[in-house]
């Protein structure tokens, strides 16, 4: 079993930054690999970036390849996600997530989700 809490987000100007936090609870956090996903109003909830277990491996969505970055502690228990130069289009909920998969993970092979944290970019 594992709780993930998601917090970081805001209201942000486009341009801005944020950083997302995910607090992980109740199993052993090194053991899953880590993504965040993000869903906009009327829209499929999509993959935007992934993290190994180890953290030696990294993946991230085209759209915002060179502007978000994924990391994580396992010390910590937590997983991030900075968003540097952010545009009216991130706007979305964004859930921390733990699985077993590949980086490149599909939502339907998620094992633990957290509840979400809203992401409004302004324009």
């Known amino acids: 079993q594992m709780q993930l809490v998601e917090s970081g987000g805001g209201l942000v100007q486009a341009g801005g930054s944020l950083r997302l936090s995910c607090a992980a609870a109740?199993?052993?956090?090194?053991?899953?690999?880590m993504a965040w996903f993000r869903q906009a109003p009327g829209k499929e909830r999509e993959l935007v970036a992934g993290?190994?277990?180890?953290?030696?491996?990294?993946y991230h969505t085209n759209s915002v390849k060179g502007r978000f970055t994924i990391s994580r502690d396992n010390a910590k228990n937590t997983v991030y996600l900075q968003m540097n130069s952010l545009k009216p289009e991130d706007t979305a909920v964004y859930y921390c997530?733990?699985?077993?998969?590949?980086?490149?993970?599909?939502?339907?092979?998620?094992?633990?989700w957290g509840q979400g944290t809203q992401v409004t970019v302004s324009s």
């Open positions: 993290i190994s277990a180890s953290g030696d491996r990294t």
């Open positions: 109740g199993d052993t956090f090194s053991r899953f690999n």
């Open positions: 997530a733990a699985h077993m998969g590949i980086m490149a993970v599909s939502a339907s092979r998620v094992q633990y």
